[in-house]
T-cell receptor, first 112, second 115 residues
Framework: LAKTTQPISMDSYEGQEVNITCSHN???????ITWYQQFPSQGPRFIIQ???TKVTNEVASLFIPADRKSSTLSLPRVSLSDTAVYYC?????????????FGQGTTLQVKP | GAVVSQHPSWVICKSGTSVKIECRSL??????MFWYRQFPKQSLMLMAT?????????EQGVEKDKFLINHASLTLSTLTVTSAHPEDSSFYIC???????????FGSGTRLTVV
């Protein structure tokens, strides 16, 4: 299973764009990259998933370079409610190709 | 969207008793569910993989006789913490694999406190 490395914490201010980078040097050919958000005392919530290049949805963008050894989650114009822990995971899209192992995550603190 | 319901959301039990936590996929069938444990300010730790109709697969270091997992139907997996002790106090989270969609769906978690 590919191991991921993220910054332990990040600070930002309301209205700013936040980019969280994740390293996954040993990513396998069939691995997808998925980001989750977790608030205290809640289960993780799916944010975005991608395989290569760029993926965008209504809440975030995911940038993946050609070598796929890293990825960057981009949160546009964060608000206080975006304060949470963000996890980057790599693995198969379904349980048939792998289980999800969580790394340490990045604690994002958004300040007013 | 896909919903995974976890019950109870919190439970307090006496040391030595057993506690059952339920994880249900409400609008989809899940042949595979996962159980995690999370201690304060730590990441989620995978405990076991629950497969419908077969024995669960436990991660190294997780006692299968203490954490009993049953996945009797495509929408329900249960985790029973047997003979609970204060060190078992933690936040337990389940997730289900919805193979036709992106990502895994997680339950809201169960806060277990053993006194």
């Amino acid at each position: 299973l590919a191991k991921t490395t993220q910054p332990i914490s990040m600070d930002s201010y309301e209205g700013q764009e936040v980019n969280i980078t994740c390293s996954h040097n040993n990513i396998a050919t069939n691995d997808y990259i998925t980001w989750y958000q977790q608030f205290p005392s809640q289960g993780p919530r799916f944010i975005i998933q991608g395989y290569k290049t760029k993926v965008t949805n209504e809440v975030a963008s995911l940038f993946i370079p050609a070598d796929r050894k890293s990825s960057t989650l981009s949160l546009p114009r964060v608000s206080l409610s975006d304060t949470a822990v963000y996890y980057c995971l790599v693995g198969g899209r379904s349980s048939n190709t792998g289980k999800l192992i969580f790394g340490q995550g990045t604690t994002l603190q958004v300040k007013p | 969207g896909a919903v995974v319901s976890q019950h109870p959301s919190w439970v307090i039990c006496k040391s030595g008793t057993s506690v059952k936590i339920e994880c249900r996929s409400l609008d989809f069938q899940a042949t595979t569910m996962f159980w995690y444990r999370q201690f304060p300010k730590q990441s989620l730790m995978l405990m076991a993989t629950s497969n419908e109709g077969s024995k669960a697969t436990y991660e190294q270091g997780v006692e299968k006789d203490k954490f009993l997992i049953n996945h009797a139907s495509l929408t329900l997996s249960t985790l029973t913490v047997t003979s609970a002790h204060p060190e078992d106090s933690s936040f337990y989270i389940c997730s289900a694999d919805r193979t036709s969609h992106y990502g895994y769906t997680f339950g809201s978690g169960t806060r277990l406190t053993v006194v």
